[in-house]
């Protein structure tokens, strides 16, 4: 049961020391939030007098007779400016298309390969930050095995320090790696074998001290 709660109020075993359920510290590297622009929409025209303005087509504002102007001087057709704005289409709102960032994307820094079961053979990508592992198909790596607890353990990776760290999540039958029961939390080396119920994962990391995202997202 879990027995303390971290700086933030989470409910966590009173051994873990890294709490999974947080955000990333303040000196990990944010990806800036992108959001398209509310277009700001057009001033209504103000009356000009109180008398109302008949709306006319366009066909008849051209038909118009021509009638003479001040000076007296030619013809000219009737073009005030409430009858232009009655026949003008009204303005089309335009969507402004965020940027094609993705905000909340989550790298790819390993993968777990099946070695037995129904996983044999498949490939399951660990991500940034937390990935939770269990038989719940809401889970980041969902294991198809009765003895899996449907949130099982927690798979974290700290950028900033380049590590792994595999957490049991109050399991009912435990989680293994190379075989050894992990209490409560184990960190991961390449070539790591985990087991949960009767699925084994070869883990095998991507990024580690000389190669890693970047801020931009570019691999070094």
Same mark, same amino acid.
């Given at each position: 049961? =879990?027995?303390?709660?971290?700086? /933030?109020?989470h409910f966590?075993?009173?051994?873990? +020391?890294? #709490?999974?359920? #947080? !955000?990333?510290?303040?000196?990990?590297?944010?990806?800036?939030?992108?959001r398209?622009r509310?277009?700001?929409?057009?001033? %209504?025209?103000?009356?000009?007098?109180?008398?109302?303005?008949?709306?006319?087509?366009?066909?008849?504002? @051209?038909?118009?007779?021509a009638?003479?102007?001040?000076?007296?001087?030619?013809?000219h057709?009737?073009?005030?400016?409430?009858? @232009?704005a009655a026949v003008?289409?009204? !303005?089309? %709102?335009?969507?402004?298309?965020?940027s094609?960032? /993705?905000?909340?994307?989550r790298y790819?820094?390993?993968?777990?390969?099946g070695? &037995?079961g129904?996983?044999?053979?498949?490939?399951?990508?660990?991500?940034?930050?937390?990935?939770i592992?269990?038989?719940?198909?809401?889970? +980041?790596?969902?294991i *198809?095995d009765?003895? =899996? &607890? &449907? *949130? *099982? =353990?927690?798979l974290?990776?700290? !950028?900033?320090?380049?590590?792994? $760290?595999?957490?049991?999540h109050?399991?009912t039958?435990?989680?293994?790696?190379n075989?050894?029961? $992990?209490?409560?939390?184990? +960190? @991961?080396s390449?070539?790591?074998?985990?087991?949960?119920? =009767?699925?084994?994962?070869?883990?095998? !990391? @991507?990024?580690?001290d000389?190669? *890693?995202?970047d801020?931009?997202?570019?691999?070094k």
């Open positions: 049961m =879990a027995d303390k709660r971290c700086e /933030n109020g966590i075993d009173e051994n873990w +020391d890294i #709490c999974p359920y #947080c !955000p990333q510290d303040e000196s990990e590297p944010e990806i800036p939030v992108v398209p509310a277009v700001e929409p057009r001033a %209504e025209p103000r009356a000009v007098d109180a008398a109302p303005v008949r709306p006319i087509s366009i066909a008849s504002a @051209l038909a118009a007779p009638v003479a102007d001040q000076t007296g001087r030619g013809g057709r009737p073009t005030s400016s409430s009858a @232009l003008q289409p009204p !303005p089309m %709102e335009r969507t402004v298309a965020a094609q960032v /993705n905000a909340t994307k790819v820094v390993a993968w777990l390969v070695l &037995s129904t996983s044999r053979g498949e490939s399951f990508p660990v991500r940034m930050g937390r990935n592992i269990g038989r719940d198909r809401r889970s +980041d790596i969902v *198809h009765e003895q =899996a &607890s &449907s *949130h *099982h =353990a927690d974290v990776f700290r !950028p900033e320090e380049k590590r792994f $760290i595999l957490m049991d109050n399991s039958n435990g989680t293994y790696v075989e050894m029961e $992990i209490e409560p939390r184990r +960190d @991961l390449a070539k790591d074998v985990i087991r949960i119920g =009767a699925q084994q994962f070869l883990f095998t !990391p @991507l990024c580690h000389g190669f *890693h995202w801020d931009e997202g570019l691999l």
